[in-house]
């Protein structure tokens, strides 16, 4: 085979997979994940692995492959990924945000980020391995996974619940939204791990009333009842409640800040993260966003119903002070019912794996410092867990000072830069074979 320098590969493949369009609204519609994962299956077993395929709904379709270890008594480590991306609309973006696009020296395009990248990285790595004959230390279970940003339900949910022995082994696994540096002087990046995330409880908000005709005058009408109850719930400050991963990232800041914490205004400490604040702010307490609103059919004309969406994420170990304090703020006249609920996850900072991740990001990067946070949102992790699996977030990406990252995840200009890409390369190729 000829020689192929896997740094350049993650680019390309990072593009080719921007540009499959693989977007996930939730509805079931549309083309999926199928042209992506048929195109990574192809990639893989270039290198003579042999990789599955499963659809459990029509396009959603991931792909699954094993690589043996140097030491195959040892346990397996899954490194999973999901090949699905969010909508995006042209017209808000610099660059057509499916055509891959180099400029600036970044990659642009929805999923270089979330999570097309790491993808990317993974199957360079593993491609360049196999050409080379270079095992990993262990087994590793490759995932490229369908569905999950509508939930994992046809992706990393269907396979535990009907493929588990596919992950056979696996103690330990890595993914997405880890890994990436925040720095604070020249001489000094925290490079955050997930070692945590919220639980999720995507809801649907109920008020019903009186219908009738808008001319007239109603005191029982659910749009109204609905609002107030959405207005509550949008005002509402949940309490803060600080687990042990957000304690420990908290102290990981103040000692790089020379900052003294002061529990009751954690928010000045929070404020030097810049960008980064949004992410870590949210994982201080309980949230519940309002998205969505849905009622009436005619303007002069009171629906019966009136129903709202909300993003409502808990905190490890305090899912029943959510709940409770959910119904306080909205009230007897609201019905609330959940469209998709899901676990949180905390797991600890230590072990051998955590000292690898520590050590490669040190060889790449001398000024790297490892330490760990909670995830404000969720990931595929959450499935992997109900396998007894240890899960974090582990895509390493060296970042440049002022990027914000963190308003890359669903938003508008999703960009990624080479150079951070070509740095998660070495960094993953390091940790197979320390891990």
Known sequence: MPQVDPQDEAVELCGDLIRFASVNDGTGRGKGEREAAEYVAGKLAEVGLEPSLFEPAQNRTSVVARIEGEDRSRPALLVHGHLDVVPAQPKDWTYDPFAGEIADGMLWGRGAVDMLDM?????????????????????????????????????????????????????????????????????????????????????RLTASGTAGHGSMINRDNAVTTLCAAVARLGAHEFPVHMTKTVRAFLDEVGGAFGLELDPDDLQATIAKLGPLARIIGATLRNTATPTMLDAGYKHNVIP????????GRHLPGHADDFERELDEVLGPDIVREYVHYDISLETEFEGALVDAMGRCLRAEDPGARAVPYMLSGGTDAKSFSRLGM????????????GLDFSGMFHGVDERVPLDALHFGVRVLDRFLDDC
């Open 119 to 203: 993808q990317a990285m993974t199957l360079a790595v593993v491609r360049d391995r196999l050409r080379s004959g270079r095992k990993p230390a262990r087994d590793v279970v490759v995932a490229f996974l369908a569905d999950e940003e509508a939930g994992g339900v046809f992706g990393a949910q269907w396979l535990v619940e009907n493929k588990p022995d596919l992950f056979e082994g696996c103690t330990e696994a890595i993914s997405e939204v880890g890994g990436f540096s925040h720095s604070i002087d020249d001489d000094l990046r925290l490079y955050l791990i997930e070692t945590a995330q919220k639980g999720m409880a995507w809801m």
């Open 304 to 311: 019966g119903t009136a129903s709202a969406m909300v993003d």
């Open 390 to 401: 240890r899960c974090f977030g582990f895509s390493p990406l060296r970042l440049p000072a």
